[in-house]
């Protein structure tokens, strides 16, 4: 390798890793901010926090890797040409594509491994995660009691204290009502003061209450008639209870398989398994309702065996409502009934078939599509975007993370909701998945060609003072002959006041 190779390469390696955190961190603070509510009162350890977090980074690469990998080329070739490096290199007699020939063997080898990434190490993420999430999601709230509130993340039990003192952890007041009996029986318990907490392993509720009072109401069947109140007095009260859903209990995470959970290779079984699915149930759904209700008398729509097939290609069209308009009222009064029996009929049969099977199995065979298509899309998406970040650099000469930070965050823009919206429609069907997962590089590959041939051919694209040099060279061909217009439009108001004169 070249010195001047090694200089580039080690020029970009820093603001790649540099970037790719920083992108990191502003995707997972956009995460933090939407589960926000779900992990905040469940008293979640550490460990499932950062187990959690580690998850979505995985799921976070594949958005992350392009953009770090823009911002990285246009601070790279900016840095280099704010420096005259960059200048100094072609003057040697080296191109913009010798220059970048030791980053663009990197990209390629990031972008392979990209590939497993979203192949292997996605997937495998995603399974956990939703496993995850949903423990969390069944985990109750941790037990916490505010002053003169009632407490309810219990099953068949309120609790409120008027106030829990926060060195001790010791309540006053306590007031519970108590429904978890079998036979309907509500208990009501008042105690002066007490400790109510959760087990270490949070699986038992512990009580102590002192000096208090129970109430304990019995219920039959005849309750609203016949009931029974039995009143106790206690020093000393203590209660284990047993508790569920306090404790998160993990599932097992084979159990969350969807389109992205799996690798290529079981969607593309997943994908030949739904087509047989979805023509299977179409088959079912609609060709009865053809065969037997719209077309029963028209064998020329459906297919049929060659002894059934009738040749009409000398037959003339069939004029039906010139033939209906000749019929006698009776008879057109029974050709409508007809028609419109089957027409009910029809639709009838149509509404009672049951499309659920069909509608899901469909919907995930496009989502299925879509995966697939966006685990080969990835790594193109980092080249494609490498190959606008250089030359884009190399045409801006700026460095830093001020003017390349707002180019890459307008690209990076616009590939998102290009990619958002060929997904959702591939999605829901109205597009194939090829034309709405490659759409965004379809776009964008133009413009990596473009910027390259101009950045090769020192294209003053985005200097600005090649710009104010246009601008002044326009404006100076431009005043004379603003001058002449003007004073000819002078001589022409002074020749018609004139003449307005003499005519008074």
Request: proline letters at 3%.
């Amino acid at each position: 390798m070249k010195t001047i190779h090694k200089l580039v390469l080690k020029a970009y390696l820093g603001p790649m890793v540099l970037t790719f955190f920083i992108v990191m961190f502003v995707l997972m603070m956009n995460i933090v901010w939407r589960y926000i509510d779900e992990l905040v009162g469940k008293g979640l350890s550490a460990g499932i926090i950062i187990e959690l977090m580690t998850y979505f980074m995985a799921n976070m690469i594949p958005m992350g890797l392009p953009l770090s990998m823009l911002l990285a080329a246009i601070m790279t070739m900016g840095n280099l040409g704010e420096n005259y490096e960059l200048l100094a290199m072609k003057s040697a007699g080296m191109s913009l594509v010798k220059i970048t020939k030791p980053l663009i063997i990197l990209v390629s080898i990031v972008s392979v491994g990209s590939f497993f990434i979203g192949n292997d190490l996605v997937p495998s993420a995603n399974k956990k995660l939703y496993s995850t999430l949903y423990d969390i999601r069944q985990q109750k709230q941790a037990l916490e009691f505010q002053d003169g509130l009632f407490f309810n993340g219990i099953d068949n039990m309120s609790i409120r204290v008027s106030h829990q003192d926060p060195d001790t952890h010791l309540l006053h007041n306590v007031l519970i009502y108590d429904n978890r009996e079998a036979n309907n029986n509500m208990n009501t318990i008042l105690a002066d003061s007490g400790y109510i907490r959760l087990s270490d392993d949070k699986r038992f509720l512990l009580v102590t209450l002192f000096h208090g009072e129970t109430y304990e109401q019995t219920r039959n069947s005849q309750w609203f008639t016949k009931s029974a109140l039995r009143h106790h007095i206690f020093d000393l009260q203590k209660q284990v209870i047993p508790m569920e859903g306090f404790a998160m209990e993990r599932t097992d995470a084979d159990l969350f398989n969807n389109s992205s959970t799996k690798d290529i290779g079981d969607l593309s079984h997943d994908i030949d398994s739904l087509e047989v699915k979805v023509n299977a149930a179409t088959t079912t759904s609609y060709e009865p309702l053809l065969k037997e209700q719209i077309f029963v008398r028209d064998n020329s729509v459906l297919p049929q065996p060659d002894s059934l097939r009738v040749d009409k290609s000398g037959y003339r069209d069939l004029a039906a409502a010139d033939s209906v308009a000749r019929l006698p009222m009776r008879e057109k009064d029974k050709v409508w009934n007809l028609a419109r029996t089957l027409a009910k009929s029809s639709r009838n049969t149509f509404s009672s078939f049951d499309e659920s099977t069909a509608k899901e199995a469909l919907n995930q065979l496009y989502r299925s599509k879509v995966e697939w298509h966006k685990k080969l899309s990835l790594p193109v998406s980092i080249l494609i975007f490498f190959l606008i970040g250089a030359p884009l650099g190399a045409i801006i000469r700026r460095g830093g993370l001020g003017l390349p930070v707002v180019v890459s965050v307008i690209f990076f823009v616009i590939y998102y909701i290009i990619s958002l919206t060929g997904e959702k429609l591939a999605k829901e069907g109205n597009w194939e998945a090829i034309y709405g997962v490659w759409l965004s590089t379809f776009i964008l590959t133009p413009i990596a060609v473009y910027l390259t041939w101009k950045a090769t051919n020192d294209s003053a694209l985005l200097d600005t003072d090649w710009y104010a040099g246009r601008i002044k060279a326009l404006r100076d061909r431009i005043a004379p002959a603003a001058a002449r217009l003007t004073d000819k439009l002078k001589f022409r108001i002074r020749n018609r006041h004139g003449k307005a004169n003499d005519a008074q």
